[in-house]
């Protein structure tokens, strides 16, 4: 079996999706997944109407419209997305947390507080305390609310929107001082959020116009290494221009800093396999694949690492998952199609 690495680095980039056959559910859900990933939420919504079409029952489908849902801004259809999971799957602390989000937009702060603290303990996201702190702050109870941002500062330091609303409590607090600081580190945050972002288009261009060593001192403005959002980010424009030596050292920092980073694990595992150095692509690719098993991009990127390294037999039900996603992946099936060949063969 001729394992050409041109053919496998067409199923990696995971984006063929021409329509030649009705994609099935799973199809449809690995889609929205990757659009959410990218931020195209208006794409995504409708890839998980779609998978709700094809099958009405699926909580999955449910969950995914919801959460997209809610990030376009149709907060009244999102919940009843949600409360339509709940229904079909049961209690979930994440439907919870979502649920809570909603009622904080729409001022029912009693629910939010419910909702919000009952899984505060155990948190489905990161910034389950900040938004608990803004719902009991806009109830009155600017002393809990300090609390609770007090703890969202200390697991998301670097996002200032804690720090805004924190130093807003504190100056309702009279603690003036507190506030000072806060306002100052909402204002250092921020600056750095907006100064991120012109350094990451100055390395675009300089990557793409400039020479090698030019570019990677513009780049390197990007560089912070306590930051596991910048490294990955780093990482990423490296790996975009190319440059895959250079996208390594910020994306293994950022796994380190950050193990729960699916961008970041999922990002090292693709720069590995550029450089066809597919045992090490192999392990940070399970762990991108165990932090979100429904991303198409990242589960037939493994499906491919394995059968380069020819596992076949751990290929092929990760390449039939792919499978699943995206049916419509003609290169992904080809090569599925070889190992059920050569299975038979045996």
């Excluded at 949600?82 to 979502?98: C, D, H, I, N």
């Excluded at 603290?117 to 809990?144: C, E, K, W």
């Amino acid at each position: 079996m001729i394992r050409t690495l041109a053919s496998l680095l067409l199923i990696a980039a995971g984006i063929c999706w021409a329509q030649t056959q009705q994609p099935s559910v799973e199809a449809h859900l690995g889609r929205g997944t990757q659009l959410m990933q990218d931020r195209l939420f208006e794409a995504a919504a409708t890839e998980f109407e779609q998978a709700l079409t094809a099958n009405p029952t699926d909580p999955r489908a449910h969950f995914q419209f919801a959460a997209c849902l809610l990030a376009l801004g149709r907060n009244d259809e999102a919940r009843s997305q949600f409360e339509q999971v709940r229904k079909l799957a049961g209690e979930s602390r994440y439907v919870t947390y979502y649920l809570g989000r909603l009622d904080l937009l729409s001022n029912d702060y009693a629910s939010a507080i419910k909702r919000l603290g009952s899984v505060a303990d155990d948190p489905p996201a990161p910034d389950t305390a900040f938004y608990l702190g803004v719902a009991n702050i806009s109830s009155g109870d600017v002393p809990t609310g300090i609390k609770w941002l007090e703890r969202a500062a200390k697991l998301l330091p670097r996002d200032y929107r804690v720090h805004y609303r924190l130093a807003r409590a504190y100056t309702s607090a009279g603690r003036d001082q507190d506030a000072d600081r806060e306002f100052t580190l909402y204002t250092q945050f921020r600056d750095a959020h907006k100064t991120t972002e012109k350094d990451a288009r100055d390395c675009t261009a300089a990557l793409q116009t400039g020479p090698p060593a030019a570019a990677r001192e513009v780049c390197h403005r990007v560089f912070d290494p306590n930051d596991p959002e910048k490294l990955t980010l780093l990482g990423q424009l490296f790996g975009d221009a190319g440059a895959f030596e250079d996208a390594l050292d910020p994306l293994k920092r950022a796994v380190q800093l950050d193990p729960k980073s699916f961008e970041a694990w999922h990002n090292l595992g693709l720069t590995y396999f550029r450089l066809q150095r597919y045992a090490e692509a192999r392990a940070r690719l399970e762990t991108a694949v165990n932090l979100r098993p429904e991303f198409y991009g990242s589960v037939v990127l493994l499906g491919a690492t394995l059968y380069m390294l020819g596992d076949d037999a751990a290929a092929l039900p990760v390449l039939e998952h792919a499978h699943r996603l995206n049916p419509a992946d003609a290169q992904t099936a080809d090569v599925l199609g070889k190992l059920r060949a050569g299975r038979q063969k045996k």
